[in-house]
């Protein structure tokens, strides 16, 4: 049972019966994401301060140039998942393979892998702008002792155990979901507590918020053209607000609060979208459903989609259960 005020510790401890799998390992596992978030957070919340922004010089997998932050980042969730002997593999949007952990035993006896996206929508931070981390957690499926392969990886999104994303913006947030429903904390940064400040949080049904890159309006195909002519009617509750920020944690955790719908579509120069499957979709589209919300490519369910690569890229459109049925409704019939 949720109960406002209470802290992360203290419902972590509570609802872990609720666990599947009631070892305590994942319990001990989100602890340590809220370990690293504290530590990202108060990096971040400095960015201003000190010359730690602009380009590392170096460029990631997907050909975009690192910022210093997303590089501080994904060395914190990966030394404090690693450093406390939790999980069994990590992979991340800043490497370019996945990492098999070594316990400190012989033998890692841990079931867990997690995939995270450290630090999304790093463009925006030296605009002030908030930014956020995406985590996704499975349980392996190769045996426990053995060392962990890609296909403990490229497992389908409904497969997740748990999923969850901090922002970092006006108060830091994480929001996390171990399949029971999807909870807020909000830290106190004066005291480094995370507090339950949004139980239970959901969807509306529908919502009048749609969130999409519209200067590529010229390159998206018919049925996302089609619908955007749809929210801009005005007709019944429509035309809708449309609000981009172009940090998906951010536009969703808003939608998530108000109602609406984001879209990040196909395009005729980006064919499968720009979104990561394994550590940007798959968490997001766990979440929404955990919130009666709805993710889709467009045509079929994204936690359906059997994976082929750790950086695969696929079309999401993610919100408000009516609007993303009214968005497929238009990809089909166009
Ligand atoms: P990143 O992982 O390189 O930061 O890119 C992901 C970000 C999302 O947060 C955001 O929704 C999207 O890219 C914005 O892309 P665009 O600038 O093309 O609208
Ligand atoms: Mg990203």
């Known amino acids: 049972m949720a109960k406002k005020n209470q802290t992360l510790g203290e419902f972590i401890i509570e609802n872990q019966a609720e666990f599947q799998y009631s070892s305590g390992e994942l319990s001990r596992l989100i602890n340590s994401i809220r370990l690293a978030a504290k530590v990202v957070n108060h990096e971040v919340n400095k960015a201003g301060l000190v010359d730690i922004i602009g380009a590392f010089g170096e460029t990631n997998i997907q050909g975009e140039d690192q910022q210093k ?45 997690v995939l995270i996206d450290p630090l999304d929508g790093s463009s925006n931070i030296d605009v002030n702008v908030s930014v956020g981390t995406i985590f996704s957690i499975y349980r392996r499926i190769t045996p426990v002792g053995t060392p962990v392969t890609i296909d403990d990886f490229l497992q389908k999104g409904n497969e997740q155990v748990a999923a969850g994303y901090v922002v970092y913006g006006t108060s830091t947030m994480l929001v996390y979901s171990t399949g029971h429903g999807v909870n807020g904390f909000t830290l106190n940064p004066a005291i480094g507590t995370f507090y339950l400040s949004h139980p239970n949080m959901e969807f509306s049904e529908t919502g009048n918020i749609y969130s999409i890159n519209e200067g590529n309006y010229a390159h998206f195909p018919k049925g996302v053209k089609n619908y955007i002519k749809y929210c801009q009617q005005e007709e019944d509750d429509r035309p809708y607000t449309s609000r981009y920020i172009g940090s998906l944690v951010s536009d969703f955790h808003r939608n998530l609060i108000k ?38 490519d467009g045509f079929q369910r994204i936690m359906d989609i059997k994976p082929t690569e750790l950086h695969q890229r696929v079309p999401i459109f993610c919100g408000s259960r009516k609007m993303v049925e009214k968005a497929k409704e238009f990809m089909k019939n166009s």
Do not use: W
């Open 259 to 296: 109602g609406g719908i984001y879209i990040y579509p196909q395009t005729s120069k980006a064919p499968t979208g720009k979104l990561r499957l394994l550590y940007e979709c798959n968490p997001m589209a766990y979440l929404a459903e955990q919130a009666n919300g709805l993710a889709s």
């Open 69 to 113: 932050l997303d590089v501080y980042a994904n060395e914190k969730f990966i030394q404090t998942l690693t450093n406390r002997n939790i999980v069994c593999g990590i992979a991340s949007e800043e490497n370019d393979d996945f990492i098999a952990i070594n316990s400190l035993d012989e033998k890692n006896q841990n079931k867990y892998i």
